[in-house]
């Protein structure tokens, strides 16, 4: 694909995720607004290269999605209201209800996080129909496979379309209730986009935009200054995330002259409020922002306060038992009292036989031992479990210097 090719495309997948929230709206179901923008995208990008770009790209795959859509539906249409169905999206767009949320994008994952799907479910969709994340990136977010998360925005999708869900903008009343998976699904873009194979800006740019507007719109919600302040505070270190051949920077080992200092300083003064503000209550928001902010003060990965860390996972796992933070607090603790006792931690984990990142920790904390067969083995079932590119090469690297 030529420089000039890939950057239409590039204009295609950001405009097409917008317009398809829009068709998303105006025709009730997400297959047949998929379908009729995957078609729009098709034709744009033909269009496109040979007659240039239009002066409004996404007014342009608006109309072409909205009679691809009507097309389809004709196509298809077995029945009466089908087809008046059909003569509604050929007239002018409907007007947006009115709404406190102004931006389209976040408009429509409070509509994709329904009360009546489950809370995984709600995140999967909007990150997937919405956000732009893959089937991949969606699995490894959710620490499950590509053939089981297919599987599972396959029965979301049926289930909305049995149930007759409707994909209606909910009133301002019903926003509080949807609100933790809406900001559960700006927080797991973020993290695609800074934790993925490769960093992408343009995701964790996004997932802040839209933390800002969720913070903008419920000002007295400690949670999203968390959120906010977590994503700073992680964005903060994006740049020394991976080094110039694309191999991953352990936090300890990054520049840390090279962090964002703008950055950080917005998200411990966010973080500071956040917590003044939920006192004794604080969320996982809340406290994992404050773990980020103890890294994130500290001058050097000796100088980190791992017994504050400790503390924080404790009272993070009291409302998120989940485990990823059991594995992340092990490793804490191994730093806080030794690799011992966080080797003990870890090997009290049960259910992570296929997450990586379990078998590389108690790799790293066996090496300190010296239990260095061990060590091995451990490496080597980190590397069966099928990790990103960067991972694996940061393993291949950790094996041949641990012999």
């Not at 995720?17 to 297959?31: C, D, E, K, Y």
């Not at 969320?283 to 504050?308: C, K, N, P």
Request: with cysteine.
């Amino acid at each position: 694909m030529t420089e000039a090719s890939s950057a239409l495309a590039e204009i295609v997948r950001g405009e097409g995720r917008r317009v398809l929230a829009t068709l998303i709206r105006t025709t009730g179901s997400v297959t047949l607004a998929e379908d009729a923008v995957q078609e729009a995208a098709i034709e744009a990008l033909k269009h496109w290269t040979a007659e240039g770009l239009p002066d409004n790209p996404r007014a342009w795959l608006t109309t072409v999605a909205r009679r691809k859509a009507v097309d389809m539906i004709r196509r298809d249409a077995n029945r009466t209201d089908k087809e008046v169905e059909a003569m509604d999206l050929t007239g002018p767009a409907p007007d947006l209800p009115e709404s406190v949320v102004r931006d389209d994008l976040l408009r429509l994952v409070f509509t994709c996080c329904h009360p009546s799907l489950s809370h995984a479910s709600q995140t999967t969709l909007s990150l997937n129909t919405l956000c732009g994340l893959s089937i991949a990136d969606c699995a490894r977010l959710m620490l499950t496979t590509e053939t089981a998360m297919a599987r599972r925005l396959g029965r979301v999708k049926q289930k909305i379309a049995v149930a007759g869900i409707p994909y209606r903008i909910p009133s301002d009343a019903e926003l509080p209730e949807r609100l933790d998976a809406v900001a559960s699904t700006a927080y797991l873009m973020f993290t695609a986009g800074i934790a993925g194979e490769t960093v992408r800006p343009e995701l964790c740019d996004e997932a802040i935009r839209l933390a800002r507007l969720l913070g903008e719109l419920m000002p007295d919600e400690s949670s999203l200054q968390g959120l906010l302040a977590l994503m700073l505070l992680t964005d903060a270190r994006r740049m020394t995330r991976i080094d110039a051949a694309g191999d991953l920077v352990l936090l300890a080992d990054q520049d840390r002259s090279q962090w964002d200092r703008a950055k950080i300083a917005d998200g411990l003064e966010l973080v500071e409020r956040a917590l003044k503000r939920s006192r004794h209550r604080a969320g996982r928001f809340e406290l994992q922002a404050a773990i980020a902010a103890v890294h994130a003060s500290a001058t050097s990965s000796d100088d980190t306060d791992w017994a504050d860390i400790v503390e924080l996972y404790d009272a993070l796992l009291l409302v998120e038992p989940t485990d990823v933070v059991r594995l992340n607090r092990g490793v804490a603790l191994g730093e806080r009292d030794g690799p011992a006792a966080g080797l003990a931690a870890l090997d009290e984990l049960e259910g992570l036989d296929r997450f990586h990142l379990w078998h590389a920790c108690r790799a790293e904390l066996l090496v300190r031992i010296g239990r260095t067969g061990e060590a091995a083995a451990a490496f080597d079932a980190a590397l069966s479990c099928d990790p990103p590119a960067a991972d694996r090469r940061h393993l291949e690297r950790r094996i041949a210097a641990s012999r």
